[in-house]
């Protein structure tokens, strides 16, 4: 009877385990945690991560585990902290799991009962009671508990915090889920018929793989269309990120897990104030930038966001998960003077960098800029919406030459910056908008749409009394003629540039005018021509120092030459042209030189050379094209891509021009 009686309690104290939730993508962490708790000798496991990654979903998975079940079998006890503000409340939460009658020495009771055989205690969200007044009465609480030789013990933690005085194995982080484990999640969930479909795609890719946030939008979706909830998202962000009924409480609503993790005592005044500041900056803060951005304390409050797993660095940035940074900038703002000093560093940086790539430096000035596109176009666009506007007009044009030279998708923010010019009557700045935008559509073969932004441009700058803007966008107009093999409307163009240039002085103005003129010369076969051209302008090129003029020049007077078969000339123009394209990191016109000298090579049948070198080209075009498509920094319409891969196709055919000929030569050599 006695023993039927004690059968009868364990199946009650069974009945307090929460059932398994639905656990994917963590198969190997619960596998090794079970074996590691089902020991002889039960391990300590520390589950470490951010709000919302799961962590109580893992320690149930494991309590779940059939080789678990088999070691321990109804003594698998999970206690929920969130609750147990301190030691105390946390005994009575051990005690409540553990099915010991409320009364004296209730502590003791509860630690006695799990000494009565094996077990394994899973302690959920450990750190409220670690975080409060007396962190060493619960650090002496689990240095009891990790004392009992047969107790295996797994505790959760949100943040990097290890609590003392237990020998924990190796802390085990979660981090987000892929992408095939976030649609396999959601569809567990919303329903298989979603799977698969983009509007699926980019609501995931705004959770970043965090699977409280998966699991609230997934049932947001549930009799919902994918569409209007990616609607919803866009007007309601993380308000969406919470089931209807029930408590709001840390497993129901997005919001109230983060919130938390913000209050915590561990979260220090400077670190919520950079919190604030870094939810506004979608690339997150360079850590060479903190003391800029944050000058009060930045190194101290990113360790503590860090800590509290609310951010992350990565590569050498402090960084932010998606949900996160729309919750908080949403319900934390930050404040003016903050906001201010994070502004001014990202002006500064677009109007320092954004106009010096294409010269020298430019590679090292893209560098700078090109982790920084979204904080850039995030911080423009708050400037623009400002009374004082004007800066911020400017800091967008600023980033003209960025777009240009580095393929990225810019205009960025330069559409917004011409709206405010023209609302605030800024004729000035408008029609510096309007050209710079018309250069970057240019520099994508967008021919029509840059020849009506310059044709925009033009009478304003002429309103305005802009002679050197007058001159530019009607040179600009010679050039689109010049792509589209228009000759004649282009050396019209240039003529009546030339002048304007030298009226205000411009050296390099009066340079590029010369040269497009010796371009149509070239395309003519005018050769006498165009090589006069280009020795008139490469002087005036190295007068102001325009390194990309100068290379174009020599590597133009170098394709004079093969057609004369000047061989020798026109390899020593490639070889002069080469190291400039390096100086300024215009990777085409380098590629573009090495196979010309490839070109010479084959011609004069140096097969071995010819080949290296169209290797040497590809590579480069190679590398150039999955820098662009790893970054995804292009814009659909944007050409690079194209030219690069059309140049790439053209080295890699060059590199094997002769095999045709030297297999048909075998094939006649080996007939009778």
Known sequence: ??????????????????????????????????????????????????????????????????????????????????????????????????RVAPGPDLRQRALSSLTAGPAILALDNLETPWNGDDQAETEALLAELAAMPQLALVASVRGAGRPGRVAWSSPVELWPLGHAEAEAMFCAIAGEEHRGKPALSALLSLQEGVPLAIDLLAHSAQGNDLVNLKEEWEARRTAVLEREGGARDRLRSWNASLELSIGSPRMTSEARRLLAVLAVLPDGVAQRDLAAVFPDAGPAAARVLAHMRLAYFEGGRLKMLSPVREYVKAAHPPAAEDLGQAMDHYGELARTFGPVPGTPGGTEATARLAPEAANLDAVIRRGLAEAAAGRWIEAAVALTHFARFSGHSAPMPLGRA?????????????????????????????????????????????????????????????DIALRRSQHDEARARYQEALPLYRQVGSVLGEASCIRSLGDIALARSQHDEARTRYQQALPLYRQVGSVPGEANCIRSLGDIAPACTQHNEARARYQEALPLYRQVGDVLGEASCIRSLGDIALARSQHDEARARYQEALELLRADYLLL????????????????????????QASRPYAPFAAERRKKSSMP
């Open 418 to 478: 011409l709206e405010v010019a023209q609302r605030a009557g800024d004729e000035r700045r408008a029609a510096l908008c309007t050209q710079s935008l018309g250069d970057i559509a240019l520099s994508r073969s967008q021919h029509n749409e840059a020849r009506a932004r310059y044709q925009e441009a033009l009478p304003l700058h002429r309103l305005v009394g802009d002679v050197l803007g007058e001159a530019s966008c009607i040179r600009r107009l010679g």
């Open 629 to 652: 498509q790893r970054g995804q920094i292009w814009a659909n319409a944007d050409v690079r891509p194209t030219v690069t891969l059309i140049r790439a196709a053209r080295c890699a």
């Open 1 to 98: 009877m006695a023993r039927r009686a004690a059968a009868g309690g364990q199946r009650s104290l069974a009945a307090g385990l929460p059932p398994e939730e639905r656990c994917i993508g963590r198969d190997a962490v619960v596998d090794s945690l079970a074996a590691a708790l089902s020991r002889d000798r039960p391990g300590r496991a520390l589950l470490l991560g951010a709000a919302g990654i799961g962590k109580s979903t893992v320690s149930l998975a494991v309590l779940h585990r059939p080789e678990v079940v088999a070691r321990f079998g109804e003594r698998r006890f999970f206690v929920r902290l969130d609750a147990a503000p301190d030691a105390a409340s946390a005994a009575a939460a051990l005690a409540d799991a553990l």
